[in-house]
Structures are given as C-alpha cells and as structure tokens.
C-alpha cells in the first residue's frame, strides 16, 4: 500500500498565531504553525506507516523546530525532521536540496506539499521535483498547500495590535494542486500535439480532472466530457495504429472527441487554463473534418513518423475509394483483388491473356477501370507504394532495399501529395451526365473500324460516336494549334464521354490530351499489330490488326 507523505519546510520568523481556513477541509483551531494545520486538516486518515517529512536549516531548527514540535504533539503518523538543510544561497546548494528531498520520496507515494515557509527558489524547486518523482517513481501529488498568513490584511508586527484575539485571524489555506494539474495536462496535451501519441493523456486520472474543475459539486456532466474525450483520444490513436481501415472510416470516436471539447469549451465549471489546451487538441483533429478519415490517418501517420502504418493504411484506402466510386464493395475480398490488380495491370502493361483470377473472370470489370483516368495516372505512385511495403515487411534484407530510414517519410509524403493532386483534378471533371460512349476524334470514322475494334469499344463504353478530326496546317504556329485545342477541348465538354479515342496530328494530341486528363476525361489509343505478306507478283502487302485501347 502506498505511503502518505508530507514535505514541509519550517521557516525562521517568527510566526503568528491564527486560524488557517480551507475550502475543502473547514477551520482549523487556532494554531502558530501552519504544519500543525495541515496536520489536523488533511491528515485525519493518515496511519502509522505514513510519514510527515519536515526540513529544516540550522537557523529554523534553532529558532522554530521545538516550538513546532510541541505544538504538534503525539500523532499517529511519524514526524521526522530533516536536519542540516542548505540554505539555498547558490546554485549547488539549491541542487543539494534537490537530492535531499528526493531521496526521501520513495516509489507509489501519495504527497501532500506545504510550500507556505519555503523560501526563494524553494517553491519552484519542489514542483519541478514532484514533477521529476512523478516521472520516475510514480509518486501522486495529492495536495499542494500554501496557508496565506498576509491575506489577513494585517502586517505581522502590527498584528497582536489591530487582531488581538487570534479566533478572528482568519487566514486561507490554499490548494494549489490545480497548477500541478496544469502541468500534467499540458504535458499530456503537448506529447499528444506533437507526436500524436496520447500515453499521457490515458494516464490522467480523476485526480487530474477533479483539479481543474471549478466545483466538485455538480462536476460529473464535466468529469464524463473529459472522460469521453481521454477515451475517444485513445482509441483513435489505437485503431490508426493498429490500421483498422474499416474502424477508421465508421468509427464515431472522432466526433465523440470533438462533442467532448465543444462541451468542455462552453462549460464555465472548467478552469479557464485548460480551454486553450483544448482548442489545440482540437485543432489537432482539423484534418478530420477536411478529407474523408482514412486520408486524414494517413497524413496522420506521415506527420508522426508512423510510416509502416502509413504505407499500408494508403494502399489500402486506395483500393477502398476506387471501390466505392465503382460500385464495389470495399469488405469484399474478391473486389479489392480486382482493383489492386488492375492497377499492377495498368502499371506493368500486363497482356489480357495472361490476367489472373480473379480480374480473368471479370474482364468487363477491369477494362472499364483501367481507362479511368485516376487509376490510368495512378498506377505508378501505387506500385511505388507496393515496392515502400514490401521492403518494410522485408526488413531491408532483399537486394536494393533503402537504408535510410528517413527517405520512407519522404517517399510516402510525396506519393500522398500527388494522389490528392490526382483525386483534386477528378473533382474538376463536369459531374452532370456522363455520356456512355467513347468519342472518336481521329483520321479513321467509327464505320470504318474493324469488327473486333468496335466489338471492344461497345463492350467497354457502350456505344462509339465520331467526332471529326480537325485538319491541321503544318506550317501553323504553336499559338495557333494551341487556339483550336482550346476549341476541340470545349467541344468535348460539351459531349461529355466517358472516354476520348484520339490519334492524329502529333503537336495537337499532345496537348489536347494533356488538357483532357487535367480535367478528368480518359484519353486512348487503339494499339495494331502490323502483319506483312507478298502478292503473287512479290510486292509486300501490310496489314494492321486491331489488338486493344491503351490509355495515355
């Protein structure tokens, strides 16, 4: 069981008596020393394995400890003076007693601390001290008290004067614990903030919460919005951690974190310090309300070093957002497998024969992903992501892994970057009526196709229709194939097809296409095979055969 310890310092004037007041404890009787009050105050449930620590100089031992002493009395508790204190007058002998108290402070403790006759620096070396117990033996910092003497109005000298009778010398006993819980809560928040790691947060306790609550009467709406917000805090960082896609992007915890701030921000029973620690671990969540929440993870990730996490919970979101835009279902195993391999066919230009299940038997399927122009311009980033997770999972053993672990944040960032660069040009694409077709812009009408060509082009897109390719005069300039792109390139908005056939003119397709896939339409070509053969007089024959579409 733990230990209940008091730290106190005796002082060397020449102390007055009183009555120490506490808000939470009532009065005490009337007494010369502030320790005496605290004594029958705050330590009614001490027993005789705790123990009251009283430091002293060789001045206050001399000129206050036997004073104190008798007017403590027999206590169930031990009182043990600490002789032989420094008197703080450098900066080794403030180190001194740094060491001194804290070789007292054994691991568990449960400390009350009485800074009232500390002197000098002596206060804010007890709380970085208490801080630094906490850190490495756990301690707990149940009180930190100050008993006021000069809130009474009247200087000591003048006293016994003004105040004879020492029952109407009324002076506060302050409870500065709530400072202390500022620390915690400050560290807790600024370890949160900066690594998004919210250990510190998860080991507050009520003793932290009851602190910065204004009132302890009618606190428990306020105590379950902090609650709720350390919970729901906890629980975001474990399933982005433990890369729960699903959870990532159902989960309410992120709202109950941001209803649990909006409550605590607007209730006046919350000391006012700790509202703006709560503005920053809400602005920290900001990224959740601008991107859909399996991308706010994976920034999340990249901004705190979660790379393995980051990789994969990116992949993963890709195949679940290609999923969703075409009708697939993101939980289902055999749909994701058809995105993922369409992207690796797309990238690896992988042969139509030589596809494996499932996308062999959903052909259909995946030609009409691998014309869409986010996977068409994706495809690349998503195989760098293959290659960043593979060498993760490898541990850097296979030939030509990184050794620089830094260059895994960069790549991710970079490859994130340019996936909202993409998915933010598909959202430039007119939304209204896509027309199911393929338009044909080239030198070759529709009619004049072979029939396999138009057999793929109906199965793919339904329908082809034809729009006349633009003769072009090889002696214009730049600015003038530049002006009737602009007009090719507002003609087909205007149709609005599910994808673009375009071959021709060299300057103007590139440009065109360009143009075209900023804005989201699908560009392709159609791909022959050239088959040479002799007449019976020997003049060669060539012959094109149709062999697929390919994007740009």
């Known amino acids: 069981m733990a230990r209940k310890v008091i730290i106190s310092f005796l002082g060397t004037s020449k102390y007055k008596e009183c009555v120490y007041s506490s808000s939470e404890k009532g009065e005490s009787k009337v007494v010369q020393y502030v320790q ?8 009614k449930d001490f027993s005789k394995n705790d123990i009251a620590f009283v430091f002293l100089t060789d001045e206050a031992k001399e000129k206050n400890w036997e004073e104190l002493k008798n007017e403590i009395g027999e206590r169930v508790f031990t009182i043990l003076p600490i002789n032989d204190v420094p008197e703080g007058y450098s900066e080794s002998e403030i180190w001194n007693i740094f060491e ?3 070789q007292k402070i054994k691991k568990d403790d449960e400390i009350i601390l009485d800074v009232t006759h500390s002197f000098r620096s002596l206060p804010m070396l007890q709380i970085v001290l208490l801080n630094f117990a906490q850190t490495l033996k756990n301690v707990k910092i149940s009180n930190i008290l100050y008993g006021a003497f000069e809130a009474i109005g009247v200087p000591a000298y003048q006293i016994e004067k003004q105040i004879p009778d020492p029952v109407n010398r009324i002076a506060p006993l302050l409870d500065l614990t709530t400072f202390s819980a500022i620390q915690s809560w400050t560290f807790a928040a600024q370890s949160f903030i900066q690594t998004g790691n919210p250990n510190a947060i998860r080991t507050l306790s009520m003793d932290n919460i009851k602190p910065i609550l204004k009132e302890s009467k009618g606190s428990d709406k306020t105590a379950l919005n902090l609650r709720n917000l350390m919970e729901a805090i906890n629980n975001i960082q474990s399933i982005i951690n ?7 992007i159902e989960s309410n915890e992120i709202q109950k974190a941001k209803e649990a701030i909006e409550n605590l921000n607007g209730d006046e029973m919350v000391f006012a ?5 709560l503005k920053q671990i809400r602005d920290k969540l900001i990224d959740f309300d601008k991107m859909p ?5 994976v920034k999340w ?4 070093e979660m790379i393995q996490q980051g990789i994969t919970q990116f992949q993963e979101g890709i195949i679940s957002f290609i999923c969703e835009e075409f009708g697939l279902k993101p939980e289902k195993l055999e749909d994701r497998e058809i995105v993922s391999q369409s992207l690796n066919i797309l990238d690896r230009n992988i042969k139509e024969d030589e596809w494996k299940e499932p996308s062999s038997s959903h052909k259909d399927t995946v030609k009409k992903l691998i014309i869409d122009s986010f996977i068409i311009n994706h495809k690349s980033n998503y195989s760098k992501l293959t290659q960043l997770r ?10 030509n892994s990184l050794n620089d672990g830094k260059v895994f944040q960069t790549r991710l960032n970079e490859i994130f970057n340019e996936f909202l660069r993409i998915k933010g040009g598909n959202k430039t ?3 209204a009526l896509v027309t199911p077709m393929l338009l044909n812009l080239s030198n070759h009408p529709s009619s004049n196709w072979p029939k396999n060509q138009m057999q793929a082009a109906i199965q793919q897109f339904g329908s082809v229709e034809d729009l006349a390719f633009p003769p072009i005069d090889p002696n214009w300039t730049s600015d003038e194939v530049n002006l009737l792109v602009d007009t090719y390139e507002v003609k087909i908005r205007k149709i609005n097809p599910a994808a673009v056939h375009i071959m021709g003119e060299m300057t103007f397709i590139f440009q065109l296409v360009y143009r075209l896939k900023e804005i989201g339409f699908p560009c392709i070509a159609s791909t022959t095979e050239r088959v040479a053969t002799e007449d019976e007089q020997g003049n060669k024959i060539s012959q094109f055969n149709f062999v697929q579409f390919r994007p740009y």
């Not at 005496?36 to 330590?43: G, N, Q």
């Not at 433990?242 to 990532?248: M, V």
């Not at 310090?273 to 620690?277: N, R």
């Open 293 to 297: 929440h399996w991308e706010a993870a």
């Open 100 to 102: 001194i108290v804290y």
């Open 36 to 43: 005496t009050a605290i004594f029958d105050l705050y330590c």
């Open 301 to 304: 990730c990249i901004n705190h």
């Open 429 to 431: 694409k007119p939304n």
């Open 390 to 399: 593979n060498d993760i999972n490898h541990a850097g053993y296979k030939e």
């Open 273 to 277: 310090p700790i509202k703006p620690l």
């Open 242 to 248: 433990t890369n729960r896609g699903r959870k990532i």
